[in-house]
């Protein structure tokens, strides 16, 4: 089997910017992601980076609107507990053979990982047509995208890392970028104040940003 590009493409088309979450209690993670879902970015990546994670990914699955999927997919154990969890779609950083493997026979697509050229055309050889292009800021950011786009046409890239408000446009306007992933809709001291309506808002000037 290989890549579900339709699924990916259904899913990445729904907002310019897929929040890339960290969460630590269910509670909060249901709040935050109704906060982003009535700020217009209703993907969620919530990143098997903490011991609540898988908790928080089933809880967000209850949010009207979301489509929750997970991110930072190490190994084979993680996909098949995201899998398990109702995860839509998964993120890895990088592209074990391992990883890769095991995603051939999952029913929940797979973005995986890539920092340079030698890596997007050994995945492409395996099918896979859409990619994280991560860490995007210290791999090269929008430059090193636009320098891929003419030897590989065929590929696009959700650019993930260092990336910002102000940022994102630049990436954005790139023909072989679909979105771009991150963390600053979330930022840490609106969490500690559960400040949802500033997530939101942050949420919305995120949504509000264009695509080609």
């Not at 800021?137 to 636009?146: H, N, Q, R, V």
Request: with cysteine; proline share 9%; net charge negative.
């Amino acid at each position: 089997m290989t890549q579900d590009i339709d699924r990916l493409d259904a899913i990445v088309a729904m907002a310019p910017v897929i929040p890339v979450l960290l969460f630590d209690d269910p509670e909060s993670a249901v709040e935050i992601g109704r906060a982003l879902v009535r700020g217009g970015l209703p993907v969620l990546e919530i990143t098997l980076r903490t011991p609540a994670a898988l908790d928080c990914l089933t809880a967000c699955k209850a949010i009207e609107g979301a489509v929750v999927g997970a991110g930072t997919v190490l190994d084979i154990d993680q996909l098949t507990a995201a899998v398990a969890c109702g995860a839509e779609f998964l993120v890895s950083p990088g592209a074990s053979p391992k990883l890769i493997h095991a995603a051939e026979g999952s029913p929940v697509p797979l973005l995986p990982g890539v920092a340079t050229a030698g890596e997007a055309m050994t995945l492409a050889e395996h099918g896979y047509r859409r990619m994280k292009f991560f860490p995007a800021e210290p791999a090269g950011g929008a430059e090193y995208l636009k320098a891929l786009s003419s030897p590989l046409p065929h590929l696009r890239f959700c650019p993930t890392g260092g990336i910002t408000l102000e940022k994102a446009p630049k990436y954005l306007a790139l023909p072989n970028v679909m979105c771009v992933g991150g963390s600053w809709v979330v930022p840490a001291d609106a969490v500690k104040a559960r400040d949802w309506a500033r997530i939101e808002t942050l949420a919305r000037e995120a949504a509000a940003l264009a695509r080609p």
